[in-house]
């Protein structure tokens, strides 16, 4: 639902809001599209043509006819599908076919304007310039880069020589998985994401898949590779007791914890350590890495402590009722123990609800700079503080009234 439009009125203005230099209107990038303001402009000019009976002379003895009605079936398949497109997905990535159709309709709806051979010519450079000029504006072959690749490995990390001469099952529990590390690993390695994965026990989609690829891990030696997360190291810079907590719960739903006693050891990373706009200080630099530590597979019965992440289910469950479509029930699981806190994620809306210890409730969309305050807990389980769904930041409206 990321680029879904929340109103009938941003359906009907997409074409238009396509257009806008910003990012996360069709397509996660800035990329302006004007082809499709083009084709509305051009076509108010054709159909004033054609109700007119003012076609150009020059079209007279071949476009009048058959041309036309080809020009105009285009048009109308590319209006059509642009109803299915935005109530399905409004993803840019599934409506190549449109996007790939614009351009060709643009041109023969500019052969059909009453207007001379040059003007018309003149039209089709004019949008040919124009839509070059905001492609190279927006630069979007860098848009995607966290780090720039300049020297071998794809992605540094000090994982030393025993990751190259000894296989094993690498977990990672991020949203980024960082597989750009699997080259540096051994051939026979096995990589897996937990981040969203369906828990074996669970009615998950691909939790039977998860379940198979971990019970093979059984067999070698599973280990832990996680970013580091920022204040929450130890001196050492190994994870201290609030985050080892947090991290443990996460494994448990999929049978794993760390080993006892737990070992873990850091690893630096030079990539991860130029993440960051270059603001981050020596020190930050210093301990941007990633945590290695040793797993364990839990024997099949084995009871999981579920009190870790469900201390505020109750002010999880007022947000999810109060605003379903951006927090849908149970959201992508448990809630994770945060530093004085919980947070939950609901990543097909790219949302994550926070409930502090101090009874403070915010909210964040992931497009968003700041969170926003909902309100205190007892408020929020009693609805006396509820989630404004018409209004979230970074996300309602067009383009140019999106508020950060």
């Known amino acids: 639902m990321r680029f879904q439009p929340d109103t009938w009125l941003e359906a009907a203005l997409r074409p238009l809001a396509m257009a806008a230099a910003d990012a996360h209107v069709y ?22 043509a054609l109700l007119f009976r003012r076609v150009p002379r020059d079209a007279a003895r071949g476009l009048e006819g058959p041309r036309v009605r080809v020009v105009l079936v285009l048009l109308a398949v590319l209006a059509l599908a642009f109803v299915p497109w935005l109530a399905v997905t409004g993803n840019g990535r599934y409506f190549m076919a449109g996007l790939l159709l614009a351009g060709p309709v643009c041109v023969g709806l500019a052969c059909l304007l009453p207007v001379t051979k040059a003007m018309r010519l003149a039209i089709v450079v004019g949008m040919v310039a124009l839509q070059a000029f905001a492609v190279q504006q927006s630069a979007p072959l860098r848009a995607w880069g966290l780090a720039a690749w300049t020297e071998p490995p794809y992605f540094h990390v000090d994982l030393g020589a025993e990751a190259k001469a000894d296989p094993a099952t690498y977990v990672t529990l991020s949203a980024i998985t960082y597989s750009l590390i699997a080259p540096s690993l051994h051939p026979r390695s096995r990589w897996i994401s937990l981040h969203n994965a369906g828990a074996p026990d669970s009615a998950a989609h691909d939790a039977r898949r998860t379940a198979a690829f971990l019970d093979q891990a059984e067999k070698g030696r599973i280990v832990l590779l996680v970013p580091v997360v920022a204040g929450m190291l130890t001196p050492d810079r190994l ?32 990539t ?23 797993l364990v597979r839990l024997p099949r019965g084995t009871r999981v402590d579920d009190s870790i992440g469900t201390r505020h289910d109750d002010v999880f469950k007022a947000l999810e009722s109060q605003c379903a479509r951006f927090f849908p029930a149970g959201g992508d699981g448990a809630s994770v123990a945060i530093r004085s806190g919980e947070v939950r994620s609901y990543h097909q809306a790219e949302m994550k609800a926070y409930v502090y210890d101090n009874g403070e409730v915010y909210y964040k969309y992931n497009r968003a700079l700041n969170a926003v305050r909902i309100g205190l807990a007892p408020d929020v389980v009693a609805g006396r503080s509820r989630i404004d769904c018409a209004n979230i930041p970074g996300r309602t409206g067009l383009p140019w009234n999106r508020g950060f």
């Open 272 to 294: 991860l350590a130029s993440m960051g706009l270059g603001e981050k200080s020596e020190e930050q630099r210093a301990s941007s890495g990633f945590w290695l530590c040793e």
């Open 27 to 48: 397509v996660e990038i800035m990329a302006p599209d004007f082809r499709f303001v083009f084709a509305l402009a051009l076509a108010l000019g054709v159909l004033g």
């Open 239 to 270: 994870p201290n007791d609030q985050v080892s907590q947090a991290i443990a719960g996460q494994l448990a739903r999929y049978r794993l914890a760390f080993s006892q006693p737990q070992s873990c050891r850091f690893l630096a990373s030079r």
